[in-house]
Structures are given as structure tokens and as C-alpha cells.
């Protein structure tokens, strides 16, 4: 049973406009969720993270928000950028000291 | 500037041959990782380790082996490499800051086995 799912597995965004990346969860005992990027070749590489005591977070271009009554969390990128093209992870921890679950992935893929 | 390694970045083999993917780390951490992922995305944890000598297997079944002697190295063993094998290997590892920060992935090792 899959606790992360990220259910879209490719998005499809012009360079300019926002960029929404979609994840949910199940176990109710998550408490802290990231965001990864990651090239082809490469290794993730950790982006944005949100506590369970907040519901948004933000980083440059780069916002977080966290619904928990939805059990739901989104990536906002603007502007898009080409080099935002990447697969983004979805990641969810329980406590501390517990393993990351990640989500299935999303593609992004911004057009010039 | 990696603060975790992987050594080959690309290894093209022969079936039946036996292989050592590296990993290090120099950030100290004791919790180390080895996940595969093919080109479907998801990423399978396979390996970890918690400290020196603690290994466990992971969710995914693998007929690979780890080994964890010194804190910073995690090697990860196929003693015989199958075509089934082909496959990117990610290692990573967290520390004290892994709540906020998560995992830090090497820049893995793409294995092709022939």
C-alpha cells in the first residue's frame, strides 16, 4: 500500500507560468514532507521542506503548501524555468529517526 | 562540492561477472542507504544501514550485499550481475539535520549489464 502517491506522473508547463506539483499521503503520523528534484543521471537533490505545524513554505521560486485535513501537499514553482525540467519526489517522514517514504515521481517537463 | 560519492558513475558488464558499486560519505553521518530506481521513476529502497556493522534489507528484494565497516563506506555486492540488474543505484545518507533536510544523494551509478 502506497502511503506517498504523487498521481500524476508527467506535467506538461510553459516557460513563465506556475508549475503544480501534486502529493498525497495516507498515515496520518507524518509530520514532516520534502520535495526532491532530480536530473536523469544524477541523484536527488533535496528542494523544500514543511513541518506539519505549518501550511506553507516558501523558497524563491519555489513554494510548499501543506492541506493535512486533505492529507495533501503541492510544490509550486514560478515562474517556470526550462531547467526546471526534471522529475520531482515527494518525500514524508513519521518521527524522528524514521525512514523517508517517497512518492512515484512526477516528470516535469518546461517548454521554451 | 559532493559531500557523498559514488564510484563508477556508468559500468557496462558482462552477465555473471561479479561487481562493487562505492559509496562515501565524509559528512559523518550514520544512517546510509541504497535505493534502485528504474527508468519508471520510483525509487526502491533496498539497502541500510543505521551505523558500523548494522545492515538491513529494504523494501525491494535484491540479491545484492552491503557492507558496513566503517562509517563511511557503503558498498554495495553483486556477487553474480544479471541483464535483471540493470538499473540505476542511488546511495544517500542523512544525519542530525535529516528532518528538515532529508536524504543527500550521491550522483549514482547507472549498471548495465550485458
Known sequence: DQQVK?????????????????CDYTNSMFDYFLWYKKY?????????????IKDKNEDGRFTVFLNKSAKHLS??????????????????????????????GTRLMVKP | EADIYQTPRYLVIGTGKKI??????????DKMYWYQQDPGMELHLIHYS????????????????????RTEHF?????????????????ASSGFRERAYGYTFGSGTRLTVV
Open chain 1, 6 to 22: 504523487q498521481n500524476s506522473p508527467s506535467l506538461s508547463v510553459q516557460e513563465g507560468r506556475i508549475s503544480i506539483l501534486n
Open chain 1, 40 to 52: 536523469p543521471a544524477e541523484g536527488p537533490t533535496f528542494l523544500i521542506s514543511i513541518s506539519s
Open chain 1, 75 to 104: 510544490l509550486h514553482i514560478v515562474p517556470s524555468q526550462p531547467g526546471d525540467s526534471a522529475v520531482y519526489f515527494c518525500a514524508a517522514s513519521a518521527r524522528a529517526g524514521n525512514m523517508l517514504t517517497f512518492g512515484g
Open chain 2, 20 to 29: 562493487t558499486l562505492e559509496c562515501s560519505q565524509t559528512m559523518g553521518h
Open chain 2, 50 to 69: 543505521y551505523g558500523v556493522n548494522s545492515t538491513e534489507k529494504g523494501d525491494l528484494s535484491s540479491e545484492s550485499t552491503v557492507s558496513r565497516i
Open chain 2, 75 to 91: 558498498p554495495l555486492t553483486l556477487e553474480s550481475a544479471r541483464p535483471s540488474h540493470t538499473s540505476q543505484y542511488l546511495c
